[in-house]
């Protein structure tokens, strides 16, 4: 099975901030990696597919990168609508989440 | 516009069956891959189980043997039989669609039903 690893897990960040979540994949996933943002009591929401397609919607602040086994997910400047529980997904076989980032004000 | 409604959680004993369902509008549900996802209170994101939109099912090791994912293309829904229960089952159940075939994120979602296994 492909293991996801995500760092860090909890970050604290004021608005404004750059923010950065780190994703690492077991083994070579190629692109295979989606990033989702998920707020407490709610489904989860795909921001990011293929490691760097922006879903549709999806503010330009959020962007992603990586391929292989190292990937990121940057915010470039957050929110008060971003503080939520990020997650890493891969799908190159069958489907495993990282642990997730919870993204908390400073 | 692609909608996801989960149903038929709650409160069951160990050793218990459910059937979830999840309705779904804006397509039909033989015509894409669907999936199951679950997280426990407090917990991450686990993958529970896929169908193929030609029939072909997947499972969890986790769960094999014990839940079955199913669809209904007169109702447009999807299920899950869960047999067996245990308490470790305890979570809230997405219903999820997949963005294409093969390799796939999961692109459209449910707001989730809640099942707690306890006695």
């Known amino acids: 099975d492909i293991q996801m690893t995500q760092s860090p897990s909890t970050l604290s960040a004021s608005v404004g901030d750059r923010v950065t979540i780190t994703c690492r994949a077991s083994?070579?996933?190629?692109?295979?990696l989606a990033w989702y943002q998920q707020k407490p009591g709610k489904a989860p929401k795909v921001l990011i597919y293929?490691?760097?397609s922006l879903e549709s919607g999806v503010p330009s602040r959020f962007s992603g990168s990586g391929s292989g086994t190292e990937f990121t997910l940057t915010i470039s400047s957050l929110q008060p609508d971003d503080f939520a529980t990020y997650y890493c997904?891969?799908?190159?076989?069958?489907?495993?989440f990282g642990q997730g980032t919870k993204v908390e004000i400073k | 516009e692609v909608q996801l409604a989960e149903s038929g959680g709650g409160l069951i004993q160990p050793g218990g069956s459910l059937r979830l369902s999840c309705a779904a509008s804006?397509?039909?549900?033989?015509?894409?891959?669907m999936s199951w996802v679950r997280q426990a209170p407090g917990k991450g994101l686990e993958w529970v189980s896929t169908?193929?939109?030609?029939?072909?099912?997947y499972y969890a090791d986790s769960v094999e043997g014990r839940f079955t994912i199913s669809r209904d293309s007169s109702k447009n829904m999807l299920f899950l039989q869960m047999n067996s229960l245990r308490a470790e089952d305890t979570a809230v159940y997405y219903c999820?669609?997949?963005?294409?075939?093969?390799?796939?994120?999961?692109?459209?979602w449910g707001r989730g039903t809640l099942v707690t296994v306890s006695s």
């Open positions: 999820a669609t997949l963005r294409s075939s093969g390799s796939s994120d999961f692109n459209s």
């Open positions: 804006g397509f039909t549900v033989n015509s894409i891959y």
């Open positions: 169908i193929y939109s030609g029939g072909t099912t």
């Open positions: 083994e070579r996933i190629s692109n295979w």
């Open positions: 293929k490691a760097s």
């Open positions: 997904q891969q799908y190159k076989n069958s489907w495993t």
